[in-house]
């Protein structure tokens, strides 16, 4: 990859200020730097050392930059992407605007990155759906996938800078006596788990519930039926998941955390003599999809159980869309 010129709109949210972080963590080669939000208000970002003013999204010329990672809302996907598409950008999408358009690519560099193709516009997949395709499809291939089930632990940082605040505040109000009042969510978070992390939807299942099945079998490019039961948790950084999967061929415990331990961006954690697991602290900062708790089902021989954390501002959201331009290092 040669000296890039790069955008990053919503450079002032939480995934956003992540992006900046792994850029500079993984030395791409970047010339300009063009930080976007609602507006600019008098903010700046800091970059590799600089401060640069943040700019309004608003009557940006795209033909200043190669390359711009979307991370602010639908709407703003919506609304901005064909503009930069139109003048030759190649767009990491990480809002769900784009993600089941049949015309947009849903990439996860460790599964489908020939998915691309010369496609302009890119869609990165939900941050719960990144780190369980990662773990699961090392499995897949060797040994097919009959179905899956998955329960959620997420943390509040899924839901942007405000939800961070709401955690901490209600935290410090309810551990001081008073009695918080709910703001982010519907009810209380500190000190709660919420069963839903979404509006209800079809089949009264969320819709961060439909996006681990339907991204999921869009990234597999396979119909594998895929339920999912997503929980907020009162965790800051670090999505968890405890992942039941049927298999199409009989395996062996020994050879699933021999194929996890070389799987790209996986680290098997798993010592249960040791207590030793995956935890959201343990996945906060770093990039890799840490899997534990790996074990049979103990009624059904082809039914895995695994224990998936990550964290979903890194791997299951700036991570992932910064390795899907590395994965294009030709096209730049
Ligand atoms: N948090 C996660 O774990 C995660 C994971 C995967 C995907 N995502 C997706 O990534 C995107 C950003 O999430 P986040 O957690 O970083 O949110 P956030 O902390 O609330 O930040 C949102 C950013 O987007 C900007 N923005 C919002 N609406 C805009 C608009 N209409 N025009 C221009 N800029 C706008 C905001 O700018 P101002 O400061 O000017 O308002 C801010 O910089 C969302 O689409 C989210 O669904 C998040």
């Known amino acids: 990859m040669k000296n890039i010129r790069v955008a990053i709109l919503g450079a002032t949210g939480l995934v956003g200020q992540k992006i900046l972080e792994v850029l ?11 930080p976007l939000a609602t507006d600019g208000q008098g903010r700046q970002i800091t970059f590799g050392g600089r401060t640069i003013p943040v700019e309004p999204v608003e009557g940006m010329d795209w033909n200043r930059v190669d390359i711009a990672f979307f991370a602010a809302s639908n709407d703003a996907s919506a609304r901005y992407a064909p503009l930069a598409t139109k003048a030759g950008v190649t767009v990491v999408d990480k809002s769900s605007f784009f993600r089941m358009d049949p015309e947009v690519p849903l990439v996860v560099p460790e599964v489908n990155p020939s998915s691309i193709g010369d496609s302009l516009l890119i869609a990165s997949p939900n941050c719960s759906t990144i780190q369980m395709v990662v773990a699961l499809n090392p499995i897949r291939l060797r040994y097919g996938l ?11 940082s899924g839901t ?22 709910p703001s982010t969510y519907p009810s209380l978070i500190g ?7 979404d509006r209800f939807g079809e089949m009264d ?32 950084v670090g999505h968890a998941e405890a992942v039941y999967v049927e298999t199409e061929q009989p395996f062996e415990v020994s050879d699933i955390r021999a194929l996890l331990s070389n799987a790209p961006s ?13 935890t ?3 996945s906060a900062d770093q990039d890799l999809v840490l899997v534990g708790r790996i074990r049979q089902d103990p009624f059904e021989p082809r039914g895995l159980h695994l224990f998936v954390v990550a964290d979903n501002l890194r791997k299951g959201a700036a991570t992932n869309a910064v390795q899907i331009i590395e994965s294009l290092n030709s096209r730049f």
């Open 191 to 197: 000190f709660n788990v919420l069963p839903f992390c």
């Open 24 to 34: 500079v963590d993984r030395a791409t080669p970047i010339t300009d730097l063009v």
């Open 146 to 156: 009959r179905k899956v089930l998955v329960s959620t632990y997420q943390a509040v």
């Open 160 to 181: 942007g800078r405000e939800a961070m605040a709401t955690l901490r505040r209600e935290s410090e109000e309810y551990l001081a006596g008073s009695q918080p009042e």
């Open 280 to 282: 959201p602290l343990a």
């Open 266 to 278: 996986v680290k098997v954690v798993d010592d249960p003599a040791q207590g030793v697991v995956p």
């Open 205 to 236: 299942y969320t819709g961060e519930e439909w996006k681990l099945t339907r991204e999921t079998q869009k990234i597999f490019s396979q119909a594998i039926p895929v339920s999912a039961t997503a929980v907020r948790v009162p965790v800051f």
